[in-house]
């Protein structure tokens, strides 16, 4: 079955960088499109960030625009999500996710604060 693992969240202070890493089996990676979603503590979960089968489009919203950058490596299984100058805002529980999979990962918390 579709196995999703996030890893490489942590506390950092803020203008800092993590770079989290998502773990695929089960599915035709290179078939599916990709996304990052995060959801803070009493908020909705949002779609932070897409990349297209073959890593070549990529789309993020506003707030992270600049900062982020999502890539994956389709001979390994995993996307990734470069993050950097993060912000206190950018606090939350960070998920991948395959479009048109319904299953999601345990999520990795990230936390920026000084």
């Known amino acids: 079955q579709v196995q999703l693992v996030e890893s490489g969240g942590g506390l950092v202070q803020p203008g800092a960088s993590l770079r989290l890493s998502c773990a695929a089996s089960?599915?035709?990676?290179?078939?599916?499109?990709m996304g990052w979603y995060r959801q803070a503590p009493g908020k909705e979960r949002e779609l932070v960030a897409t990349?297209?089968?073959?890593?070549?489009?990529?789309n993020y919203v506003d707030s992270v625009k600049g900062r982020f950058t999502i890539s994956r490596d389709n001979a390994k299984n995993t996307v990734y999500l470069q993050m950097n100058s993060l912000k206190p805002e950018d606090t939350a529980v960070y998920y991948c996710?395959?479009?048109?999979?319904?299953?999601w990962g345990q999520g990795t918390q990230v936390t920026v604060s000084s």
């Open positions: 996710k395959a479009f048109g999979r319904g299953s």
């Open positions: 089960g599915f035709t990676f290179p078939n599916y499109g």
């Open positions: 990349i297209t089968g073959t890593g070549g489009g990529t």
